[in-house]
């Protein structure tokens, strides 16, 4: 681990979907930049495994199973957050799932509310029990980062749910500014473009060029291009941004 830009030395941090994809690619940066994690995910052999190569790294982190679709979940990940570090600092709202696409008036209950529970509503049971641990910092708050999308400012054919949840995920992090900011607690909502998390693996080769001319900078991101920038954005030098979407997508949302 390099010791020259530790900017989060110190903090407490957790992730949520750390097992894999870009969860685990901000939780090694949250480790690289000195900040201790509590790596999370539903799938604990993925998530050990994210923890286990912070350590390698000279990080310090520990695994808590968490499903972020259920309230108690949540709690309880916050909770052992303070039981094992004495606070929490830093949450990065990260786990998500995407639909098969499906035209709107296609789409089961069943699968608006398996993407609903999880992308949206995972959300809010992690941001309310969250800023409940760092009203509990004595004044010095906190900063939560939601991964969103492009997709939390543009529609994109048949994903519907996944749109809606992630434009409500843009709304849900300013209500936080709105509420929070005068006991400094701050959110801010990353907006990823595609991202390379195995997934466009299984693309073939045309589908895969259009994704890639889809973005100006005419391909896909590095999930480290995404952790890079979460790592960065949660700094206490970023203080004064709040309530805030950034983009990160090599120009999708600028034409
Ligand atoms: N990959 C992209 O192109 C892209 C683009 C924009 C936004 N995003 C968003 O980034 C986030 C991460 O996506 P990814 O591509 O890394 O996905 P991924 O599928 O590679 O990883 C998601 C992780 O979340 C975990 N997870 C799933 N359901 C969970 C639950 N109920 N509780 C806890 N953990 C759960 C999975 O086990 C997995 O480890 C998501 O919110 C996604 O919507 C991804």
Redesign the pocket.
């Known amino acids: 681990m390099s010791q020259d830009n530790q900017f989060l030395q110190g903090k407490i941090a957790l992730v949520?979907?750390?097992?894999?994809?870009?969860?685990?690619?901000i939780a090694l940066h949250y480790g690289n930049a000195g900040a201790t994690i509590v790596v999370?995910?539903?799938?604990e052999e993925?998530?050990k495994e994210t923890a286990a190569l912070i350590a390698e790294n000279g990080g310090t982190a520990s695994f808590k199973?968490?499903?972020?679709?259920?309230a108690a979940?949540a709690e309880a990940l916050v909770e052992f957050a303070v039981n094992q570090y004495g606070r929490l600092d830093i949450a990065c709202?990260?786990?998500?799932?995407?639909p098969p696409a499906t035209p709107l008036a296609e789409v089961s209950d069943e699968l608006w509310h398996k993407i609903t529970?999880?992308?949206l509503d995972?959300v809010f049971y992690g941001m309310r029990a969250q800023i409940r641990a760092m009203q509990q910092n004595n004044g010095q708050g906190g900063t939560i980062v939601n991964?969103?999308?492009?997709?939390g400012q543009v529609g994109f054919p048949g994903l519907g749910p996944?749109v809606a949840?992630?434009h409500a995920i843009v709304g849900l992090t300013k209500q936080v500014a709105v509420d929070y900011a005068s006991q400094n607690i701050r959110a801010i909502a990353?907006?990823?473009?595609?991202?390379?998390?195995?997934?466009?693996s299984n693309l073939d080769p045309k589908s895969r060029a259009a994704l890639d001319e889809a973005h100006p900078i005419g391909r896909?991101?590095e999930?480290e291009e995404?952790g890079a920038v979460v790592a960065a954005i949660s700094a206490p030098t970023w203080s004064f941004v709040n309530g805030s979407y950034i983009p990160v997508d090599g120009g999708f949302l600028a034409r």
Do not use: C, H, Q, W
């Open positions: 949520t979907g750390a097992g894999a994809g870009l969860g685990r690619s999370s995910d539903i799938n993925n998530g199973r968490a499903d972020v679709s259920k979940d709202n990260n786990a998500g799932v995407a529970s999880v992308n995972g991964i969103a999308s492009i997709l996944y949840t992630k990353v907006g990823p473009a595609f991202i390379k998390t195995g997934l466009e896909m991101g999930p995404v």
